[in-house]
T-cell receptor, first 110, second 115 residues
Framework: EDQVTQSPEALRLQEGESSSLNCSYT??????LFWYRQDPGKGPEFLFT???AGEEKEKERLKATLTKKESFLHITAPKPEDSATYLC???????????FGTGTLLAVQP | EAGVVQSPRYKIIEKKQPVAFWCNPI?????LYWYRQNLGQGPELLIR????????DSQLPKDRFSAERLKGVDSTLKIQPAELGDSAVYLC?????????????FGDGTRLSIL
């Protein structure tokens, strides 16, 4: 069964304190791994797509990496405005549906 | 470009009443999705449209849920009758296609509360 597990469930950082979020996945025939950001009361906002192991994508203070079993979202020197829930999703398997994890709630304190 | 537009943003109804949600996708996006997101969970797919055809509705509770996408643009999702367990955020998303390199772009959802 296709599955996505994100950890930690919640993370509190001080401004400037770098860290990483983890997304472990099980899917047959990965067609893409997606990272989204979701602010309270808003829909998920697309950040990155990764396709193959070893691939990396960067955007401002965020960098996403991919291996055959997991993806990491690295946050360098975070600011309070980076506070949000970060969702990981994979597409693949027999149905080609997007399967989401439950997210990591990130709080960055000034 | 304009994003995915959903209305209403909030809806409060009593159980057993009908309710409908509306979605206008990004212009030119032929694929449209309806998701349900419960508190503390990721979105779960209800139905996917390719143009006006529903190509994946395996997760849609067909006894009470229905959807349509006339003319392959706007879409509506209906629940009749609503049950207490239907309280959730209903999200609409669209994409240029279903290939692995096409991200889905989401609207801000309709938050449904059943009394």
């Amino acid at each position: 069964e296709d599955q996505v597990t994100q950890s930690p469930e919640a993370l509190r950082l001080q401004e400037g304190e770098s860290s990483s979020l983890n997304c472990s996945y099980t899917v047959s025939g990965l067609r893409g791994l997606f990272w989204y950001r979701q602010d309270p009361g808003k829909g998920p906002e697309f950040l990155f797509t990764l396709y193959s192991a070893g691939e990396e994508k960067e955007k401002e203070r965020l960098k996403a990496t991919l291996t055959k079993k997991e993806s990491f979202l690295h946050i360098t020197a975070p600011k309070p405005e980076d506070s949000a829930t970060y969702l990981c999703a994979v597409r693949g398997g027999a149905t080609n549906k997007l399967i989401f994890g439950t997210g990591t709630l990130l709080a960055v304190q000034p | 470009e304009a994003g995915v537009v959903q209305s209403p943003r909030y809806k409060i109804i009593e159980k057993k009443q009908p309710v409908a949600f509306w979605c206008n996708p990004i212009s030119g996006h032929n694929t449209l999705y309806w998701y349900r997101q419960n508190l503390g969970q990721g979105p779960e797919l209800l139905i996917r449209y390719e143009n006006e055809e529903a190509v994946d509705d395996s997760q849609l509770p067909k006894d009470r849920f229905s959807a349509e996408r006339l003319k392959g643009v706007d879409s509506t999702l209906k629940i009749q009758p609503a049950e207490l367990g239907d309280s959730a955020v209903y999200l609409c998303a669209s994409s240029l296609g279903t290939g692995g390199n096409q991200p889905q772009h989401f609207g801000d959802g309709t938050r449904l509360s059943i009394l």
